[in-house]
């Protein structure tokens, strides 16, 4: 177990077939790293889905495991797949076919930031990419996979909830006019990384505490949910995005002044959440499919 490459906040008792994951709320920059960038400490963060697992820290007290990053988004994305290296900034490097996430710079190390901005004044070489992969991606996902298959083991499902946040302009821009704006966007790849009974009671959860909710428009779920989100053998993968301006100043990236209480609301969320998986509820006939 790598102690740099994620947090694990465990229940005294995991009572629940649902995880959460929290892959892009880490905020440990390597000295190293920001020496090598053009960009200063906090344009950098600009990626980050900031205090994300801080609005999910109610995970283990209600039985579920809460698996958090502490390494950047910036840095090592860990909701890419490990392959996809991007030879624009990795010296070296080999891409095959067309992959729009690493034409944009959006690799497993990214190129790029919010709004395009490069991250580095050059490029990086291979063999240090691979040991960022080594340190940071594989112990990551290695815990994850872990988690996964114990909750089917003890429960014969599990529910993976993949926690991030997103832009207010991003939701602006894909909410067609005259068309509420929704609080929460959940992604479930439309249909092929979770059953449709775990997401409409993810969905209800979000309902519950009176948030408006979208699904797949503009985020049905990258990597994780694809890799994770096998619902035919019992596995579920929800991807959660939350609009960052109901509990953050996003251009100065610190709490705003109704974090505590809209925090207190997500830990209702998840307590909803996780009776979705717990013995006996609703969703575990599902495992049988």
């Given at each position: 177990?790598?102690?740099?490459a994620?947090?694990?906040h465990m229940?005294r008792?995991?009572d629940?077939?649902?995880?959460?994951?929290?892959p892009?709320?880490?905020?440990?920059y390597?000295?190293?790293f920001l020496?090598?960038?053009?960009l200063d400490e906090?344009?950098?963060?600009?990626s980050?889905d900031?205090?994300?697992?801080?609005?999910?820290?109610?995970a283990p007290?209600?039985?579920?495991?809460?698996?958090a990053?502490?390494?950047?988004?910036a840095?090592?994305d860990l909701?890419?797949?490990a392959?996809?290296l991007?030879p624009?900034?990795?010296?070296?490097?080999?891409?095959?076919?067309?992959?729009?996430?690493?034409s944009s710079?959006?690799?497993?190390?990214?190129?790029v930031?919010?709004?395009?901005?490069?991250?580095?004044?050059?490029?990086?070489?291979?063999?240090?990419a691979?040991?960022r992969?080594?340190?940071i991606?594989?112990?990551?996902?290695?815990?994850l996979?872990t988690?996964l298959?114990?909750?089917?083991?003890?429960?014969?499902?599990a529910?993976?909830?993949d926690?991030?946040s997103?832009?207010?302009?991003?939701?602006e821009?894909?909410?067609a006019?005259g068309?509420p704006?929704p609080?929460v966007?959940?992604?479930?790849?439309?249909?092929?990384?979770?059953?449709a009974e775990v997401?409409a009671?993810?969905?209800?959860?979000f309902r519950a505490a009176?948030?408006?909710?979208?699904?797949?428009?503009p985020?049905?779920?990258a990597?994780?949910?694809q890799?994770y989100?096998?619902?035919l053998q019992?596995?579920h993968a929800v991807?959660v995005e939350i609009?960052r301006?109901?509990?953050?100043?996003?251009?100065a990236?610190?709490?705003n002044?109704?974090f505590?209480?809209?925090?207190r609301l997500?830990?209702?969320?998840?307590?909803?959440?996780?009776?979705?998986?717990r013995?006996g509820g609703?969703?575990m006939?599902?495992?049988a499919?």
């Amino acid at each position: 177990m790598s102690q740099s490459a994620y947090r694990l906040h465990m229940p005294r008792q995991v009572d629940t077939s649902v995880v959460f994951s929290s892959p892009h709320s880490g905020c440990d920059y390597p000295w190293a790293f920001l020496t090598q960038s053009v960009l200063d400490e906090h344009v950098i963060r600009s990626s980050e889905d900031a205090f994300v697992d801080q609005l999910f820290s109610k995970a283990p007290e209600v039985g579920a495991p809460l698996l958090a990053a502490t390494a950047p988004r910036a840095y090592v994305d860990l909701n890419r797949d490990a392959a996809e290296l991007d030879p624009a900034v990795i010296e070296g490097a080999r891409v095959s076919g067309q992959n729009p996430r690493i034409s944009s710079g959006l690799g497993v190390i990214p190129r790029v930031v919010a709004n395009g901005r490069a991250i580095y004044r050059g490029k990086i070489p291979l063999s240090e990419a691979k040991a960022r992969l080594d340190r940071i991606w594989h112990p990551y996902h290695d815990q994850l996979r872990t988690l996964l298959a114990q909750a089917q083991a003890q429960f014969g499902q599990a529910i993976l909830i993949d926690c991030h946040s997103m832009p207010r302009d991003a939701i602006e821009t894909a909410t067609a006019a005259g068309r509420p704006r929704p609080d929460v966007v959940l992604g479930d790849r439309f249909g092929a990384s979770a059953s449709a009974e775990v997401v409409a009671q993810v969905e209800d959860a979000f309902r519950a505490a009176g948030f408006r909710v979208g699904r797949n428009t503009p985020f049905a779920g990258a990597y994780i949910a694809q890799r994770y989100g096998r619902p035919l053998q019992g596995c579920h993968a929800v991807q959660v995005e939350i609009d960052r301006s109901l509990y953050m100043d996003e251009a100065a990236i610190r709490p705003n002044a109704g974090f505590a209480d809209f925090r207190r609301l997500m830990g209702g969320v998840v307590a909803d959440i996780a009776r979705i998986g717990r013995a006996g509820g609703a969703a575990m006939p599902l495992a049988a499919e």
